[in-house]
């Protein structure tokens, strides 16, 4: 039976890897020691010597030369989070480990986040809710808003949680725009989407959602100048990174436009500094970061890579696996 460790933040273990995860798992491999955080597994580093799968997740090891000289038969890592920007290294990929993530089940509670943004948005939702706190009354009818039928979303990049958000739109009467410099027209076509320019997606759509990942070519590529060309009324999700957008001049447009609305799950700092004008300004609202797994969703990413180890051990080729090109354009 191949061996197994568990390394990983422990604050969040249980909830990624949840009991009947782990249960069968344990009949899959044989686990060489107690969970530990990276820093427990760096005071010991001789336990990895019979270990070929890394079980893994947020807070993971960094696998770099230092600790790849303890562990000669590790084959295989499997991360139950997103990126693997933080554990993979050239001396790992050299060695031709095997690397496998759940980015796809942890895109799944942000895309589902966002349809509930975006229809909320489309019914003009936020801004009913203030005006209704500020005047302590219902507004007459009929109601001037766009609704879910022929309205037009626009998804900046169709990247894991852009593929995830336009296959939950689906169902809705909505038009469906899209920038993306890698997608190709012939792709475009088979996702039923059209693809326009970045100033043409803040131009004609009634909300715009952001997810695009954080690399350095893609800081401060939302500015204020895209923000001026929204139509009246639109709406702005942000779920993606908040450096993407240059949050100061973002924050000037709609000072002035306060039609638009931003809903921003991310920010630049996160959470934004105290007295920053994000806190007290109507048109904005403020969560957490909370779109992608939290609570007993993480469990969703433990089970996908409980799935990879079958494979794995199956000598199938695994479903999530990522190459070094792939992770070359991970944020």
């Given at each position: 039976?191949?061996?197994?460790?568990?390394?990983?933040?422990?604050?969040?273990?249980?909830?990624?890897?949840?009991?009947?995860?782990?249960?069968?798992?344990?009949?899959?491999?044989?686990?060489?020691?107690?969970?530990?955080?990276?820093?427990?597994?760096?005071?010991?580093?001789?336990?990895?010597?019979?270990?070929?799968?890394?079980?893994?997740?947020?807070?993971?090891?960094?696998?770099?030369?230092?600790?790849?000289?303890?562990?000669?038969?590790?084959?295989?890592?499997?991360?139950?989070?997103?990126?693997?920007?933080?554990?993979?290294?050239?001396?790992?990929?050299?060695?031709g480990i095997l690397f496998s993530?759940?980015?796809?089940?942890?895109?799944?509670?942000?895309?589902?986040?966002?349809?509930?943004?975006?229809?909320?948005?489309?019914?003009?939702?936020?801004?009913?809710?203030?005006?209704?706190?500020?005047?302590?009354?219902?507004?007459?009818?009929?109601?001037?808003?766009?609704?879910?039928?022929?309205?037009?979303?626009?998804?900046?990049?169709?990247?894991?949680?852009?593929?995830?958000?336009?296959?939950?739109?689906?169902?809705?009467?909505?038009?469906?725009?899209?920038?993306?410099?890698f997608v190709s027209e012939e792709?475009?076509?088979?996702?039923?989407?059209?693809?326009?320019?970045?100033?043409?997606?803040?131009?004609?759509?009634?909300?715009?959602?952001?997810?695009?990942?954080?690399?350095?070519?893609?800081?401060?590529?939302?500015?204020?100048?895209?923000?001026?060309?929204?139509?009246?009324?639109?709406?702005?999700?942000?779920?993606?990174?908040?450096?993407?957008?240059?949050?100061?001049?973002?924050?000037?447009?709609?000072?002035?436009?306060?039609?638009i609305t931003a809903v921003l799950?991310?920010?630049?700092?996160?959470?934004?500094?105290?007295?920053?004008?994000?806190?007290?300004?109507?048109?904005?609202?403020?969560?957490?970061?909370?779109?992608?797994?939290?609570?007993?969703?993480?469990?969703?990413?433990?089970?996908?890579?409980?799935?990879?180890?079958?494979?794995?051990?199956?000598?199938?080729?695994?479903?999530?696996?990522?190459?070094?090109?792939?992770?070359?354009?991970?944020?």
């Amino acid at each position: 039976m191949k061996k197994a460790i568990y390394v990983m933040d422990q604050r969040s273990f249980d909830l990624v890897y949840p009991k009947f995860v782990r249960e069968e798992i344990g009949e899959l491999v044989e686990v060489v020691a107690e969970p530990m955080n990276k820093e427990q597994l760096l005071n010991d580093l001789s336990i990895l010597e019979e270990v070929e799968v890394l079980l893994t997740g947020w807070g993971g090891p960094t696998l770099d030369e230092g600790l790849l000289e303890y562990a000669p038969n590790l084959k295989a890592v499997l991360y139950a989070a997103g990126s693997i920007k933080s554990i993979a290294t050239d001396v790992a990929w050299k060695r031709g480990i095997l690397f496998s993530t759940a980015v796809t089940a942890n895109g799944r509670p942000v895309a589902e986040f966002t349809l509930s943004q975006i229809l909320f948005c489309l019914k003009n939702g936020w801004q009913f809710v203030r005006d209704i706190q500020v005047t302590k009354q219902y507004p007459p009818k009929p109601f001037e808003l766009k609704g879910a039928y022929r309205s037009v979303v626009g998804l900046i990049s169709l990247s894991t949680v852009g593929r995830h958000t336009l296959e939950l739109l689906q169902p809705f009467d909505i038009d469906v725009l899209a920038y993306d410099p890698f997608v190709s027209e012939e792709e475009a076509n088979k996702l039923g989407v059209t693809m326009c320019s970045l100033e043409d997606i803040f131009r004609y759509a009634d909300v715009v959602s952001l997810h695009t990942p954080l690399l350095k070519e893609t800081i401060g590529m939302i500015t204020g100048g895209h923000f001026t060309l929204m139509k009246q009324g639109a709406s702005f999700i942000n779920t993606a990174r908040g450096a993407i957008v240059r949050e100061k001049e973002m924050i000037e447009v709609l000072q002035d436009r306060t039609d638009i609305t931003a809903v921003l799950d991310v920010t630049d700092p996160e959470p934004p500094e105290q007295g920053s004008p994000l806190f007290q300004m109507q048109n904005v609202v403020i969560t957490p970061h909370l779109a992608g797994s939290e609570g007993e969703e993480c469990g969703r990413m433990g089970a996908y890579m409980l799935e990879e180890l079958k494979r794995y051990i199956n000598e199938e080729p695994l479903q999530w696996s990522v190459s070094k090109e792939q992770f070359q354009k991970m944020a």
